[in-house]
């Protein structure tokens, strides 16, 4: 049995270097909003009210809510439903000093039983969060809520340095920043942050629609203004870094409504959303000193990213941290990538040799049989996809727990992919140090699942 992760980022400390405090402060807000969400969904209202400033505001649930109090109060209501999940992605932080703001895209999840015993549900994939926060006491808390988006204009792009260790995680934070803003410009219709992804000269594959200059790509990504409403929901991406290119791989989710949807007039229940998975497969380069894509392809087949090898080293306790915390979000993306692919020697790489398994049905397979599982399931005809987010780490002095947000996407062999609210689960993960990386030792798959009048 793996025990319960409790979300909360470690503290932060003060950094001398200016690039590195940026790196700190974009992953503990990033980690503080992630916290809010696990809090949410455990009806944890203690750990919701701690993610706030006392005098937070903001409009929230369709009024202004003028403080802490009020603002939990209305989130209590949650109780009302026996399992909620709020899954985050595309999330863009820009800092400033002491202040900062977050932007993300959120997938909810609520459903709850009625007094009659029928099952209701509410899901949304719509929600957008715009959150404001300062540092308060060497921590970071959230100030005001649904405020205007920013997009983080500039990102990590004001910061530089020439060691090696440091050099490869703004890179890596620059080229998830272009990534996150190529998806806002396509669900916003700013064609402008679209256009600001690619390189001068690149290549595109697009559904086998192929591209090599910029408006005429422009016109193809136009197509997305005959719907009412897009989503492009992209979790957290496989990157292969090297000197001056790179090559990453991520999974999207991908949801469209018509114009004359029922959802616009506020009816869920009737709503024509429609819900895909697609995977960017992108070459990177650097041009005049930034990251653009080179070539993509989308909706066809690429050669499968394999995870990196070893990350550069630092005697920095700070730097270490970061380069800890981008190992094992690699680790997760790169398990799920082996589960879909039926990779069964990139799963192996994966995992211990003493690997524990728990299923949500209670089964508890050997090593073996896990990972021999997904290969079976493929040549079945079932294909599956591991969306993977909203992480949350925690430390020891033998590893590290750590809890991720699971969407799963199964496709049947008679061709049918299942619904969102079905797959809403999260992985629980017991990682070790082996052999001079990070690997699970133990894997348990629950779902969000509260007693509705727990109340805390």
């Known amino acids: 049995m793996i025990g319960t992760i409790r979300p909360g980022p470690p503290p932060q400390r003060a950094h001398a270097d200016p690039a590195v405090q940026l790196l700190l402060d974009r992953l503990a807000i990033e980690d503080l909003f992630h916290s809010y969400a696990a809090s949410v969904d455990r009806r944890d209202f203690a750990g919701v009210a701690a993610c706030f400033a006392p005098d937070v505001c903001g409009p929230f649930g369709g009024e202004e809510r003028r403080n802490r109090g009020e603002l939990v109060e209305f989130i209590s209501g949650v109780a009302f439903f026996h399992t909620t999940m709020h899954m985050l992605g595309n999330t863009l932080v820009e800092v400033n000093g ?12 609520h459903r709850a039983t009625l007094e009659d015993g ?10 957008r969060y715009g959150e404001r926060l300062e540092r308060r006491g060497g921590n970071w808390c959230i100030t005001e809520r649904q405020v205007p988006p920013v997009w983080a204009p500039t990102g ?6 020439r060691d090696p260790a440091l050099r490869w995680l703004l890179d890596r934070a620059e080229i998830h920043d272009l990534l996150a803003r190529y998806a806002v410009g396509v669900d916003e219709r700013d064609y402008a942050l679209v256009r600001a992804c690619f390189a001068e000269k690149f290549e595109a594959n697009y559904l086998g629609n192929e591209f090599d200059e910029i408006e005429a790509l422009i016109g193809f990504v136009r197509g997305v203004e005959q719907l009412g409403w897009t989503r492009h929901f992209l979790g957290r991406m496989l990157l292969e870094l090297r000197a001056d290119s790179a090559t990453s791989e991520t999974l999207a989710l991908i949801s469209h409504r018509p114009k004359d949807d029922p959802q616009a007039a506020g009816d869920r229940k009737r709503s024509r959303e429609r819900m895909g998975v697609g995977r960017y497969h992108d070459e990177w380069v650097r041009e005049r000193g930034r990251w653009r894509v080179r070539s ?4 066809v087949e690429s050669a499968p990213l394999r995870p990196e ?8 306790p700070a730097l270490r941290y970061l380069l800890d915390r981008a190992a ?11 589960l879909d692919r039926g990779d069964r020697d990139l799963l192996a790489a994966c995992v211990t040799s003493d690997l524990r398994v728990e299923l949500p049905d209670g089964a508890s397979p050997s090593r073996e049989a896990f990972l021999d599982a997904p290969s079976e399931e493929l040549r079945a005809g079932q294909r599956t996809h591991h969306y993977v987010g909203n992480q949350l780490v925690r430390f020891d002095d033998d590893g590290a727990w750590v809890e991720t947000y699971l969407y799963l996407s199964q496709q049947a062999a008679e061709g049918r992919y299942s619904a969102w609210h079905e797959n809403a689960l999260r992985w629980e993960q017991r990682l070790v140090r082996d052999a001079g990386a990070w690997r699970i030792a133990a894997h348990r798959v629950r779902n969000n699942r509260v007693e509705a009048d727990s109340g805390s």
């Open 296 to 299: 993509r392809r989308h909706g």
């Open 118 to 127: 029928a099952d209701y549900q509410l899901n949304m994939s719509g929600t």
């Open 309 to 316: 090898a070893p990350r550069p080293e630092t005697s920095d």
């Open 328 to 338: 094992i979000s690699d680790l997760v993306v790169a398990f799920g990538a082996g």
């Open 98 to 109: 002491d202040t900062a703001q977050l932007d993300t895209d959120a997938m909810i999840k």
């Open 156 to 161: 990590v792009l004001r910061v530089t340095s």
